[in-house]
Structures are given as C-alpha cells and as structure tokens.
C-alpha cells in the first residue's frame, strides 16, 4: 500500500509543474516596465476558526458503555450467637455518713479512775447557735512507794453562744474549773517528820472566766477578743487577768498595714511568800503593738515589722519600753517539695500563776509571778512534700530569754517547818537568763484516709547567767502519733512520749548550819499510750485505753512519780435533740 501511494504522489507532482510552465508560455502578458502604485497596500486578517469543545466521534471503534447491574443473592446461616445488650456502667454509691451535733462519753478504768465528757451543740436558727462542753477525769490514786493521798481531779465546764451574720461573726464564751492535786512528792528523808506533823497535801484550784470575740469581712478592723479569767485556789491566793486583742489594717498611701494590738491587765496575790509570812502581790499593765508589712514577689513572702511594748509594773511602779523585731519570711525553692522559711521575733510574755499551776500542779502559793523579756526569736528551716502523702519540717532556733520562769524544787526547811509544803513537796519560780539553742525535726505521713502517721523530735541546749543550770527543762523531746482506722467498724490508735534528762536541786535550810545544795538529775522517761475501739453503729462506740504500757513510775518533777500502767474501758454515744 505504501508502495502504490508514493507512485500516486510522484504522479501528482509531475503533473503539476508540467502545467505550470505550460501556462508561462502562452499566458504571459505582463510588460516589462515601470509600475505605478495607485492605493497603499492595506492588508486584512481573516476570520480564525474555532475548534467546537466537544468534538464529534463518529468512527468505528466509539462505543457506548454497557449498564450494568448488581444484585445480592441472600440466603439465611444458622447461628447461636446472640450478643448482649449494652448497659451503662454504675457508680458504687457511698452511704453519707451522718453527723451528730452532740456526744457523751464514759470510761472507768484502774486506780479507780473516771473519765467522762459531754458535749452540746444546738442550732437555734441558720445563723445561731449555743452550746457547752463538760469535761470529768479523776482518779484515787494508789502509786506504789507513795506514802500519803495521790489522788486527783480535773474538771471544766463551758457554755458558748455564736452569732454569724453576712459581713460579721461574733461568739461569747464562759466556764469554769476546778482541780484538786496533792503535794506528795515528799522526799525519803522527809517522810516521817512530815507525818508526824500530820500534814494536809491536798491542794485545789478553782477558775471562771468570760469572754468572746467577733470579726468582720470587708473592714479595715478584721477581728476583736475579750478575754477574763479569776483563778485562786484554797490556799488565800487570787488572780485577775483581763486580756484585750484587735487586729486591725491601717492604709498608709497605697498600702495597708496589718497592725496587732494588745492589751494585758494581770493582778495577784498570795497570803504568803515561802521565805516569808508576808503577803506576795504582783500585777502590772501592758500595751503592745505590733504593725506588719507583707511583700510577696514571685515565690517569696516576706513580713517585715516591729513589736512595740509599754510595761507598767504596778507593783514596784515602773514603766518601761520594749522594742523587738518582727521579720519573717517563706521562700518556695521548689514548688511545695522544698520550702525555706525563717525569721527573727521578740515578745514580752505575760506569766500567770494560772499557766504555772497549769503546766506543774504542784507548785506553792507563794509564786513570784513576773513578765518574761524575749529579746528575739531566730529560727530557720526547711519543709514540704516528699511525696503527696509525706511532708517534713526540718528547723533550728537560737532564743534569748531576759528572765525565764524556771521550776525549781522549794527549799526543805528541816528544822522549823511551817506549812504543809515546806518538806521538799512543792515547787517555786526562779527567773534568770537563758539561751536555748534547739534543733528539731517531724514528719507526717498519711499513707491513705485510714492510716497517718506523725513523729517528731527535739533537742536543746541551754546556757544560764545565775541559776547552775537550766531546772526541769529537758534536753530531748520525742513524740510518736499513730491513727488507723481497721475496718468500718475497728479503730485504733498510740502515742509514744519521750523526755530526756532534767537538772533539778536539793536544798535543806537550816537555823544553825549553812544551807546545803544537792544537785539532782531525773531520769528520761518513755511513755507509751494505746487504744483501739469498735463503731457498733453510726451512734455508738466502745472503747479501751491503756496509759504508761512500760509500767514505769517514772518521775515528771522530782520526788513525784506518776501512776504506772493504767486501763480504761469506755463508750461513746451521739446523738441529737
């Protein structure tokens, strides 16, 4: 085919140029010559032709496309699975545990011990409500080697009303006590001397006191307390003391001032000093202001401020200024992991005989009772968080005391006794200076909602201008606390107490020979307590208690050894009106 299409196209062109000159020939009839042009050649663009956009196919290889279609052949399949129907997941819903406004307890135990407290409280409307607690613990006593009454008992009574309303809360407050103690302590060489006298240890106190406080939202006055209390006991010797504090911001340009005030009234008297059958009196009035500024910045907090005291001594009628630093400052290194706090503080501290019965019952009516000058209060430390269930604090303090009340043994007056704590039974204030340097340390786990754990320890050191040492302060403390809640129904719980070694003396004084002094070191001590009780239901609950399990008559103060182990069994029952 190739072939006979180039023999076509030869053909062709052959033919073509042999009728071109053929024309030439016979048709030429331009003369040559001059050309004249008549009209300037003026050139035209024809038309384009546009391609259609869909072009038409019509040749033998379009085709149209087919349809098709699909269908399904179903056709049943046995089958024994039948799936389950969805269901919501549920919470385990937690019964609310029901509170009760108001408890009693009871328990008895050995050395005929008593043990009772109930406690009131009623709403008298969404905003008031009143309530009082009474609170009972006595015991016959029975410690071995003691040869006369050891008895004891302590009781309160208090009644409160209170007030919340929308910018203020208010509440007033009164009781009373009453404890009975006994000089027992009487030294070996003393015993027969002091019974062959007959004398009389029993020795009681008996208070009431009055008071309220109130606060304030959206106020430069924040809160407000009043405070009186009447102590005395049955040996002639009274105490007034009337305490009144506020809390108050005061703007000074664009800051506020938080500034602590203080008002402390104290008088006193016994029949008697112990060296003298005169009548003690003691009393004095104090002002004190203490104005704070707090700057905060970043992970820092820091309180800078002063303390400012006016001292009127009623009694010798004096008066006198007292300035001391108020600084403190918290500083977060790493978040609440790793915490630095610190600071330096002075105080002016009011004693009261009520605070020294307090802590030894066994003192004379015959205190020098005094103010303590705290020159300052300088401490450093670190705490935080371990991990979210374990926290510690670690710390050290230097502390400078300008006459400390220091408990001391009275002076035995061997040959002329004149009262029935005169015989090595009793305990006195003495006052000197006194650096304390302390370190200490705790930590608190709370392994879960139904364990914690808490224990912490301390140790001082102690230097002294005048006295020989530090009396009865101890230069270790130790302390354990365990709570583990069993089960819903069992519960149980201890704490452990440690106390190193204290310094006390031993003076006889005598008509015709020099008073002689013998230097006394108690023994520390371990006591350790425990108890474990059972919810019979929302509302009752039994228990039971055993005290100084090592069963150690151990001495607290010199020559006064306390009960050894102790049981009590008891219950509690709330309930509401």
């Known amino acids: 085919m190739r072939k006979h299409i180039k023999n076509i196209l030869l053909a062709v062109f052959t033919l073509s140029v042999s009728l071109v000159f053929s024309q030439k020939k016979s048709n030429d009839t331009i003369n040559t010559g001059v ?11 024809s038309d384009a032709f546009k391609v259609k956009e869909t072009p038409s196919l019509d040749d033998e290889t379009t085709q149209a496309k087919k349809e098709i279609k699909y269908t399904v052949f179903s056709f049943p399949v046995a089958s024994t699975f039948t799936p389950a129907k969805g269901k919501a997941a549920t919470v385990d819903k937690v019964k609310p545990v029901k509170l009760y406004d108001n408890y009693a307890t009871l328990g008895v135990g050995t050395y005929t011990t008593i043990l009772g407290e109930l406690y009131l409280n009623h709403a008298i409307s969404r905003t008031e409500s009143v309530g009082g607690y009474v609170n009972y613990h006595s015991s016959e006593g029975g410690i071995e080697g003691v040869s006369f009454d050891d008895n004891f008992l302590n009781s309160k ?37 002091a019974q062959t006298n007959g004398i009389r240890v029993g020795h009681s106190f008996f208070g009431a006191h009055v008071g309220g406080d109130i606060s304030f939202e959206d106020t430069y006055i924040n809160s407000g307390s009043l405070f009186f209390r009447r102590f005395g006991d049955n040996q002639g010797s009274g105490e007034n003391n009337f305490v009144l504090k506020a809390k108050v911001d005061v703007p000074i340009n664009d800051m506020e001032i938080s500034t602590d005030v203080v008002i402390d009234y104290i008088n006193g008297s016994f029949d008697r000093g112990y060296s003298f059958s005169d009548e003690l009196k003691y009393g004095n009035f104090q002002l004190g202001i203490s104005p704070t500024y707090q700057l905060k910045q970043d992970d820092l907090t820091l309180n800078l401020g002063v303390s400012l005291f006016y001292l009127r001594d009623n009694i010798a009628t004096k008066s006198k200024i007292y300035l001391y630093p108020n600084v403190t400052a918290t500083y977060r ?21 009520y605070g020294f019965a307090n802590e030894n019952p066994f003192v004379s009516p015959t205190l020098e009772v005094s103010p303590t000058d705290q020159l300052y209060n300088a401490y450093v430390g670190l705490k935080g968080k371990v991990t979210s269930n374990v926290s510690y604090n670690v710390s050290g303090r230097y502390i400078a005391d300008r006459s400390k009340a220091l408990f001391k043994t009275n002076v035995i007056k061997n040959l002329s006794p004149q009262t029935d704590y005169d015989y090595g039974n ?19 786990v709370d392994v879960n909602r139904n364990f914690k754990l808490a224990l912490r320890g301390e140790t001082f ?5 005048d006295e020989a040492e530090a009396w009865n302060l101890p230069d270790f403390k130790g302390s354990l606390f365990l709570d583990y809640q069993i089960s819903k129904q069992w519960f149980a719980g201890a704490n452990l107490f440690y106390v190193g070694e204290r310094k006390d003396i031993l003076e006889f004084e005598g008509s015709f020979i020099p008073t002689t002094f013998t230097p006394v070191t108690l023994d520390s001590y371990f006591d350790a307590n425990a108890h474990v009780g059972y919810h019979v239901n929302d509302q009752l609950s039994v228990f039971a208690k055993a005290n100084n399990i090592a069963n150690k008559a151990y001495q607290r103060w010199q020559n006064v050894p306390v009960q050894s182990a102790q049981f009590l069994a008891g219950a509690t029952y709330k309930f509401d009106f």
């Open 35 to 45: 050309i004249d042009v008549v009209k300037p050649y003026t050139p035209t663009i």
């Open 157 to 193: 009574m208090n009644v409160n009303y209170a007030s919340r309303l929308r910018d203020m809360s208010w509440n007033v407050e009164g009781g009373f006590q009453l404890q009975n103690y006994n000089w027992y302590g009487v030294p070996e060489s003393q015993i027969i001397a």
């Open 333 to 353: 290194l790493v978040n609440d992991v790793l915490i630095a706090y610190g600071g330096i503080q002075g105080n002016l501290i009011q004693n009261t005989y």
């Open 426 to 444: 009793s305990f006195g204030m003495v006052y000197d200076n006194v650096k304390t340097i302390g370190v200490s340390g705790e930590i608190n």
């Open 461 to 465: 050191s102690y230097t002294t201008d």
